[in-house]
């Protein structure tokens, strides 16, 4: 029943991934800032210059490649992956299984709510959980290794949900960087 299920959401992610976007205007969700709700676009400040070096050569840091969006955002006190970032993941795992000289580490992260110890298990039941999902999607999972920095590599320094919200993701990271 379960790779029953498995394959059914391949399948859609699959037909998603599939339809012409050539004439219409399609929400990328994984630019949406956690809390918000919304999709925001990047501003210039975090986008890469186009240079040869970034575009058409390499899909990892090419600004428009899915691949070089590279976080997935929980909720709070979750490690659940939600539905939103299946595609970003679907992008990753096939891009693992054809390149298969590639290793990469899940970071695992958490706000600073909560002990140490939590959010250090709480990070890494994060990174587990994407793992997971990556390997579903076909990636090898032994080339995949998860860790947690809990609290300790904030991405936004506030003290509010919306600094929490930033903080609490996964990070994929491949070898070299």
Not at 43 to 48: D, V
């Amino acid at each position: 029943m379960k790779n029953l299920v498995v394959c059914a959401l391949v399948a859609l992610a699959v037909a998603g991934c599939a339809k012409d976007t050539s004439q219409a205007q399609i929400e990328d969700r994984s630019t949406a800032r956690p809390g918000t709700g919304t999709t925001q676009l990047p501003s210039t400040s975090q986008t890469r210059p186009t240079t040869p070096e970034n575009v058409g050569g390499n899909p990892l840091t090419d600004p428009s490649s899915p691949l070089s969006k590279r976080s997935v955002y929980f909720d709070f006190d979750s490690n659940e992956v939600k539905d939103e970032y299946r595609g970003l993941l679907q992008a990753h795992a096939r891009y693992i299984a054809d390149h298969r000289e590639q290793r990469v580490r899940i970071e695992g992260n958490t706000d600073e709510r909560g002990s140490r110890e939590y959010n250090l298990a709480l990070g890494q039941r994060r990174a587990e959980a994407v793992k997971r999902v990556m390997t579903v999607l076909g990636a090898d999972g032994n080339r995949i290794e998860t860790t947690s920095y809990g609290e300790e590599k904030p991405r936004s320094q506030g003290h509010d949900e919306a600094a929490w919200a930033e903080n609490r993701r996964a990070d994929i990271r491949y070898g070299g960087e």
